[in-house]
């Protein structure tokens, strides 16, 4: 089951309150109390917390609900995690631990770190098992892990910017300065955050690693990240070649430097094959690429890895018996039922 530790929904009720909403009624709905929330290390569901989000958005007609949860964040709220992160040398080597450590704040994040000449793009996206509107717990993930990077920069630093695959539908971009405060791109063909590649890399005042080693030893005592699966190693492979259309089992065995016999020996040791973990892959990146009205439906079939447009039609048929236009038709008139928008 994919889970969420408690503490992703620090601020939920304050939110709600801000914005004329019950949350009572929607708590109950998904089997959660308030006292579940109130201690933080709690692992939850996924689904009921990615249910809270968007259902809270849209009761509340609040688009940017998730953006206001993630202004009240601060780097205690990641738990024990913190401290390690805190005492790390280098923003890359702080990235380092929050991929690390995600199965322990939250299963559903992958945190990638692309590199492009002068650049790097940090990317969170949600892995979830199933397509669901997940622009608020987007959002969320998108600004703590923003204010993370400015937690333990220089009190001057500022990425490049930050990019947004939407356009606002709100007059509120107020907020979106306050809380991402450097240039924000909307209408972007991805969402992340923009660095130049050289502050991963730049020593940081406070890193010390005397006492990110003793942090490691005392974090280790109490929560383990656990190593990852074969699996788990097998699907982050496959999301990072996927959009180049080479994602076979043959490129993701290089790339963890075995041959294909052995992985596949390797997950048939954990009951999984590379074509039902490929296939995990495509599904749980559906919501966010239908969501990005910027992608045709052929930029989308090509980004989960199809030569075409008719390949992924009947992937797409087979698996939800409904084209993609229906799909994304029926995705992006449940997200616009929300209006209109909240701005107070």
Known sequence: MDLVRAAALTGYFDVANNVG???????????????????????????????????????????????????RRQLADIGMVSVLIIHQQTLRAAIGVLAEYRNRINSTLTLQLEEHEEVAFLREQIAFSQPLSIRQVSDLALGVLYKVCRSIMPESWRPTCVCLSYDPQTADRGLYERLFDCPVHFGSDFDGIVVDKRDL????????????????????????????????????????????????????????????????????????????????????????????????????????????????????????????????????????????????
Not at 63 to 69: A, I, K, N, S, V
Not at 214 to 238: D, M, T
Not at 321 to 341: A, C, F, M, T, Y
């Open 201 to 344: 890399d730049r020593p940081l005042a406070q890193g010390d690693g005397a006492l990110a080693n003793l942090a490691r030893s005392l974090l280790s005592a109490v929560v383990n990240p656990g190593p990852r699966s074969l699996a788990e190693e097998v699907e982050q492979s496959i999301r990072l070649i996927l959009p180049t259309g080479r994602a076979t089992i043959g490129e993701v065995a290089h790339s963890l430097g075995m041959n294909v016999r052995t992985l596949q020996r390797g997950l048939d040791a954990q009951q999984c094959s590379f074509r039902e973990l490929l296939d995990r892959v495509r599904t749980q990146q559906l919501s966010q690429h239908f969501a990005n009205t910027q992608l045709r439906l052929t930029d989308v079939a090509h980004l989960l890895g199809y030569a075409g447009l008719a390949s992924f039609g009947a992937w797409y048929r087979a698996r939800f018996n409904e084209s993609p236009r229906d799909g994304r038709r029926r995705q992006l008139k449940s997200v616009s039922s929300s209006l209109p928008i909240h701005t107070a």
């Open 21 to 71: 909403l019950d949350a009572a009624p929607l708590l109950r709905k998904v089997g959660l109390t308030r006292s579940m929330l109130s201690n933080p290390e709690l692992m939850l569901p996924a689904a009921a917390v990615i249910y809270l989000l968007e259902e809270g958005a849209r009761a509340s007609h609040c688009e940017t609900f998730g953006l206001r949860m993630a202004e």
